[in-house]
DNA sequence: CGCATCCCTCAAAGCGCTTTGGCAAAGGAA
DNA sequence: TTCCTTTGCCAAAGCGCTTTGAGGGATGCG
């Protein structure tokens, strides 16, 4: 059934029938309670191109994910964000379109998105310090919100964040403040925004409390478990080994706890850890009292809904200055924290 | 730079530019490489909308995910599902959209989803085991593949699946092989057809091995992490506890190690561990030699590539009789298990 | 030279919708 | 009564593409 038949059905011509679905005033109640009963009855819904096409708006939200074609790993934050995304999307009516594309073609797979016109905004995930996605969207004039920043870049920006150096601050004060004197960070991609900022702030709090950085003592990686587990092996292993650790996610700290009880020590009293926990729904850490790894905490849903919003408002309106907003995280304390051993 | 203004361009009309960049015969070979270098200097891409309009092909595929609205869960093994799947649409021009869908939508979300025509196929994630999503395809006429199988569904479909039930019980053949006469399954959610499946096969290489199965050693939830942690430690401390345990998921059977580590027991020496490995690239299994679990592995971004090219092949050819495949899987023997205690 | 054939190109009709620009009928004011 | 506004509806023109049906020009054949 399609506008044509409906209309005929209705004995009513195409405009009527389409303004009064659309809520347009030219059309008396009655008219449009009949219509609206009429579509309901036939099961009758406007072809999505079709709208499109008209209208000149997809109605279609994109999501790049880069692929590194060396480095292929998916990030497993990556559900529980569009989870968040996708709730919002739905409530006003949008779609959303995903994409993976190997790094080198990105620059051109962006263009193309706007030249092809099948989405109306991007969310640009995981970007690098002087992301070069920025400037081309701002020249392209395709809306979008980053999920994170791009400390060098100068455009201006939309973007959702959480405060990822004061978060590391935070936590690995924590530690410190327990009198750990030798702490360990387990960090990601440090070529990647997020985990630049984290370094900083893992630099801080260890000026803050008159301690050196150790170069032994922060590695940058992939943040899977294996990796959480080979490095904690090896710093163990020093001569001066550490006896706390700041890690960058809950699965990495997974294979920490993993070593640091491999070598016959005890979670929480001979070494202790801390972690950025994502408040991932297949991984929560503990339950909401009693938590089991101390550190950061901070739901990568919500930032995903709050992306979703923020890029939906600006798609209405295009010319408005850039928003941005931080996430709030939270410090927890669970049991894989305790004083310094003497 | 649409199609009318670069046939104008060019001094052509719009049908010649058309079929030289479609590739149809009718057109000079000369003329098409005019036509092509012209649209490769202005950039000119075909408006995806207006095309599918005029094709009647979305060149896109819908995956719907079910959203429960009480175990609102993510399923971890997602991101690289569609990684996979993701792959093969790009390699041939299709689009992927994503839906997050609560479940007492999900009839209508189907109905609307052919009425709109924004999509040309669909992918089916976790069916249960008499999944109603597969006759209303049926009856709709969209094509879909689905991931996994609905084992009481009597119609035909077309699905990629691992062999859940033979894993299973090659998994638990082994560990009842090293002399385990008490053996837990820690499963996935028991009305899902997989996990199903899984219980079968369990239960089947308990009676080869002429073991009885025990209630108090079989559960079955959403499998996270604190699930795994949490059974484990309520089954260790029962008066005659396992020796040995099966579990649905890696990420679980972190959970099942650390509650037998808390327990003050050693993995492999005192009680061992297997698992299913869905092979994500965020949480690898220790290495290609050298696994860390032992258990059976398969790769579930190989499911997305097998799932996305049956689903295309379906689409090109809509009159076939449905089809289906089956992913290997590999035993694999790391550290966790190892003879049962005498 | 006339006619049929093939090759290349074109104008125009759709795909299903929204939206512009009317136009009659009804109602209100003078 | 006449004139002017609303009100409620419609015909038709797009949106940008593909595809049908047709035609002009060059070539080959008798």
Do not use: C
């Amino acid at each position: 059934m399609n506008l044509k038949q409906l209309s005929e059905q209705l004995g009513l011509s195409q405009t009527t029938v389409s303004r009064a679905l659309n809520g347009y005033p030219e059309v008396s109640e009655k008219t449009r309670e009949r219509v609206r009963q009429a579509a309901l009855a036939f099961n009758y819904k406007p072809n999505t191109r079709a709208r499109s096409l008209a209208t000149g708006r997809a109605m279609a939200i994109g999501h790049v994910i880069p692929v590194s074609t060396q480095q292929e790993m998916v990030n497993p934050i990556f559900g529980d964000f569009v989870t968040g995304a996708g709730e919002i999307y739905s409530q006003h009516g949008y779609d959303m379109m995903l994409s993976l594309v190997p790094d080198r073609d990105e620059e051109s797979f962006y263009r193309d998105l706007k030249i092809k016109g099948n989405v109306d905004g991007i969310v640009v995930h995981s970007p690098s310090m002087d992301d070069p996605r920025i400037a081309l969207l701002n020249e392209l004039g395709l809306p979008y919100v980053v999920h994170g920043r791009a400390s060098s870049v100068t455009l201006p920006y939309s973007w959702v964040d959480v405060a990822n150096a004061s978060a590391f601050e935070e936590m690995t004060g924590h530690l410190a403040g327990l009198g750990h004197r030798r702490i360990a960070l387990i960090n990601g991609i440090e070529t990647l925004d997020f985990a630049h900022r984290r370094r900083r702030g893992f630099l801080h709090a260890l000026r803050d409390a008159g301690l050196e950085a150790d170069d032994d003592l922060m590695v940058s990686s992939d943040m899977t478990e294996s990796f959480g587990f080979n490095e904690t092996r090896r710093m163990l292993a020093l001569p001066n080994p550490p006896t706390a650790f700041a890690v960058a996610s809950l699965i990495t700290a997974l294979g920490v706890r993993r070593a640091i009880e491999q070598a016959g020590l005890t979670v929480g009293r001979d070494v202790s850890v801390a972690t950025f926990d994502d408040d991932l729904s297949y991984l929560r850490n503990g339950t909401e009292d009693a938590p089991v790894f101390s550190g950061v905490r901070s739901s990568v849903r919500e930032a995903g809904r709050r992306v979703g919003a923020i890029l939906l408002s600006r798609i209405s309106n295009p010319t408005a200055l850039p928003a941005s907003e931080m996430i709030p995280f939270r410090l927890v304390t669970g049991t894989t924290s305790g004083p310094a051993p003497s």
